[in-house]
């Protein structure tokens, strides 16, 4: 008897014996049997979670046996001495067929070409059984994704391979000046828990006849498909970006900048506060807000243009020549709000975000207008992978294919005493 067959008997032995332990839980509790997991005891969630992993080892072993069957198959074919030269994968030469066959509507190549294996990382790509994409398109997606997101750019970024929950430390031991003989108190770090959720975001776009053609020559193959990936990937990004921004963190990201998240730093008052009413104290007490440990590394403002804009504005009470003088002065030296370093804010580097409230509702209570704080404790968790999908077939009437990607992240806060904000 082969082992492939000796796989399948296995198969069918365990899943009888899954069928018999279900009929018993259900008849000794009552209970529906997909109740099991949370409501079985201890020695049933036991069996059950080791007969899982014996079917997930014998589905793995007969899939790896039928391949091999498949290769030795191929491999006995003979080979014609006229094939075609080797297309190097993640080449120009490859997205050119590939865009070729994508024009034709020749999905059986779209098959061949490309790759349609799901990575790990910023490998390769998924797909359905439409047809394969460029081994590329990810790193082309991916690259375009960090350069249209303003939190990628300054938040850690992570890869994950499944919904997990991390272990924080809020406090450090405390630290004592010990005399000769004397003892140390002991005093436990403070510990709290982050769970992370990735969640699916997608975007898709079309190619129409007319650009797969212009691409197929023997030039402007990489910017078309840089263009294609510029297009997922600003739709997919903008939407990730302003979640990572205001999300409120139950059925999404959570936001550095959501409402009613940092408390730490500067309440302008009672409602309404417009933007405007942001003053140079409000500006230095956030900053100083933040305990100096954080207030280094990748410690920076996040802020509306319109919160620049206003605090650009800003002006002393003192007049010179007759005139108030600005109290930011880019480019120069003394006493200014960016210390002399231009793309600074009292001296603290700044990124711009349109996902930041801009002031122009006079804001809900807990409304963020800046926040200030290390970004390496504001974390980005993308799972493993992208999929793309691409469909020859829904738009043809239009002579154009559809393309899709999906993507899962998450993103949490994960120490807030490292930030301050300012609010309403």
Do not use: C
């Not at 080797?86 to 590939?98: D, L, P, V």
């Amino acid at each position: 008897m082969s082992e492939r067959h000796i796989d399948l008997d296995e198969l069918h032995s365990i899943n009888h014996e899954y069928r018999k332990s279900l009929e018993a839980f259900h008849k000794r509790s009552g209970m529906p049997t997909h109740h099991v997991d949370e409501r079985g005891s201890g020695e049933e969630r036991e069996k059950f979670a080791k007969m899982d992993a014996d079917m997930t080892a014998a589905e793995l072993r007969a899939q790896n046996l039928a391949l091999e069957a498949r290769l030795a198959k191929i491999e006995k074919q003979p080979m014609l001495t006229s094939r075609l030269a080797k297309i190097e994968n993640g080449s120009e030469a490859e997205s050119r067929e590939w865009l070729r066959a994508a024009m034709l509507g020749d999905v059986a190549s779209m098959r061949t070409i490309g790759t349609a294996t799901i990575s790990s990382g910023s490998g390769q790509l998924g797909t359905t059984n439409l047809g394969n994409v460029p081994t590329d398109m990810e790193r082309r997606i991916r690259e375009k994704l960090y350069q249209n997101s303003v939190i990628r750019q300054i938040a850690k970024v992570n890869t994950v391979d499944s919904k997990r929950t991390l272990l924080i430390e809020n406090a450090i031991p405390t630290g004592y000046l010990v005399g000769e003989g004397a003892s140390v108190t002991l005093s436990d770090p403070s510990f709290s828990t982050v769970s992370v959720t990735p969640y699916k975001y997608g975007a898709g776009t079309q190619l129409t006849q007319e650009l797969i053609e212009d691409g197929i020559g023997q030039t402007g193959v990489g910017s078309i498909m840089d263009y294609v990936a510029n297009r997922l990937a600003l739709g997919i990004g903008r939407k990730m970006d302003n979640d990572f921004t205001t999300g409120a963190g139950t059925a999404g990201p959570q936001g550095i900048a959501r409402t009613g998240g940092i408390t730490t730093g500067v309440n302008l008052g009672t409602q309404p506060q417009v933007i405007t009413n942001v003053t140079a104290d409000n500006i230095i007490d956030t900053v100083h807000s933040v305990s100096p440990q954080y207030r280094q590394g990748n410690f920076r403002w996040l802020f509306h243009d319109a919160f620049l804009k206003t605090a650009r504005k800003l002006k002393n009470t003192v007049t010179t020549s007759g005139a108030t003088d600005y109290i930011w002065t880019p480019g120069t030296t003394g006493n200014t709000m960016n210390g002399g370093v231009p793309g600074t804010l009292y001296g603290v580097p700044y990124s711009i975000s349109e996902w930041v409230d801009d002031g122009t509702n006079s804001g809900t209570e807990n409304t963020v207008y800046a926040i200030v704080g290390n970004f390496d404790y504001f974390e980005i968790f993308d799972r493993t992978g992208m999929t793309t999908v691409v469909d020859p077939y829904s738009a043809a009437q239009s002579a154009a294919t559809s393309m899709y990607v999906f993507a899962r992240t998450d993103s949490r806060v994960t120490l807030a005493a490292a930030f301050a904000a300012i609010r309403v």
